[in-house]
């Protein structure tokens, strides 16, 4: 047997139990919006549809401040053998804190909101927050308890599912949709806690020094992620220029991306406890390989999948799927070779500036894209999909760069010593 497929091996060993578990948790997470399309747009119609997405698309700028980068940090520490009862207390109310600056601010800048914005839409589509904070991903990849995950994840789909299916029949209100998913959160959350409050120990509360370090160690990873906020501001933007009915199916096909990125994800959360202690490049390397032709196979199934589907989902829209497809669902090359050397290599070997800095220069390079299109008014449906491409493509390629070139740098330095 080939050295590589031996060490892929080892890895998958170490981790089999954890990818299989998240694997079924990320598939409810992302199969469930897609069931929820045809009840949701057969009572609403695609505006109706397209006004809970824009509601929740704006929501998620608040969960990238919640989650600040800290469950990386948090998987690390607890790897690393820091007290349990420690990171959770700081992860916990570090996050609840920022949540209540959050709504509290909402409130106070809700009488100058203009009007046509459906505020409690957008209020109620914070459950995306809380489910953030009462599923504590980071604490069950330490403790093994993948089950707890999936049984919490299956009987809150399952709810969430039938509580729309039969209120919306009942109310007939845009509100029903994320007042369901919020109370399914709030549920499977109680259920979860029980597991965590098992491990807090209020005699060894963490010192304000232990916070500020814990906070400094993440902000490297909050600071990656803020600059990629413009990866929802593009769907808010898209939002704004075009119809309802065009950012319906935008949220389609950005659906079916993200089911593309569920292996990267995956695998990433499985490994990343095994990535942060044995740092071995290799295991990188060959992993990268594998889930690049391994996503390039899922990127051409994906586009016939949509050219078979998309016209039945959207039967009175005519669309070029194939196009609208392959300038959407490309950057699902680029995001799995950001994703595998930020998560798998940059960070775990304490290179999160580099990682970071990548990310801004991706900011940027979409930022000048879109200006390109605003000065030569350019900014169509079929313009803005490449949007999120240009920006993932042109981190991939720093990043790449970056970990080439120190690469050279240690074999060089390895031949001369």
């Excluded at 994800?265 to 406890?273: G, N, V």
């Excluded at 930020?342 to 894209?369: C, D, N, T």
């Amino acid at each position: 047997m080939p050295k590589q497929i031996r060490e892929l091996l080892v890895v998958w060993k170490k981790i089999k139990k954890a990818m299989i578990s998240f694997s079924l948790v990320k598939v409810l997470q992302l199969l469930l919006p897609l069931v929820l399309i045809p009840i949701i747009t057969s009572k609403f119609g695609l505006e109706g549809y397209g006004e809970i997405v824009f509601a929740q698309a704006i929501m998620t700028y608040a969960l990238v401040f919640v989650n600040f980068g800290a469950d990386a940090i948090a998987v690390k520490r607890l790897a690393d053998g820091d007290e349990p009862s420690k990171v959770i207390i700081t992860m916990y109310t570090f996050k609840v804190c920022i949540l209540c600056m959050i709504l509290l601010l909402f409130l106070c800048i809700t009488p100058f909101v203009d009007e046509q914005l459906n505020l409690l839409l957008v209020f109620l589509s914070s459950w995306v927050c809380f489910y953030d904070i009462l599923h504590p991903t980071w604490y069950f990849q330490h403790k093994n308890k993948y089950y707890a995950l999936v049984i919490s994840n299956v009987l809150g789909k399952i709810f969430q599912l039938c509580s729309v299916w039969f209120f919306i029949e009942v109310f007939e209100h845009l509100y029903i949709v994320p007042l369901c998913a919020l109370v399914s959160t709030l549920i499977t959350g109680i259920y979860l806690s029980r597991f965590v409050i098992a491990d807090i120990n209020l005699k060894k509360i963490p010192n304000l020094t232990y916070l500020i370090e814990f906070i400094k160690e993440s902000s490297y990873v909050f600071l990656s992620k803020l600059s990629q906020l413009y990866l929802v501001l593009h769907k808010v933007i898209v939002g704004s220029i075009c119809s309802s009915e065009f950012l319906a199916i935008y949220d389609l096909v950005e659906k079916c991306l993200n089911v593309l990125r569920i292996p990267v994800t995956i695998y990433l959360q499985s490994a990343y406890a095994t990535f942060a202690r044995e740092k071995d490049n290799l295991i990188v390397e060959k992993s990268l390989i594998i889930m690049l032709l391994f996503n390039f196979l899922l990127l051409l199934l994906l586009v016939v999948f949509l050219n078979l589907m998309g016209p039945i989902f959207f039967k009175n829209l005519d669309y070029n799927w194939t196009y609208l497809t392959i300038a959407m669902c490309c950057s699902i090359l680029p995001i799995t070779v950001n994703s595998l050397l930020g998560v798998g290599f940059f960070i775990p070997l304490g290179l999160g500036k580099f990682f970071m800095i990548s990310q801004f220069i991706a900011a940027g390079v979409y930022i000048f894209y879109m200006g390109f299109l605003f000065f030569f008014k350019e900014l169509t449906g079929g313009s803005l999909i490449w949007g999120g491409a240009v920006g993932e493509f042109s981190a991939a390629i720093i990043l790449s760069f970056i970990y080439i070139y120190r690469k050279k740098l240690e074999i060089r330095s390895f031949k001369v010593n």
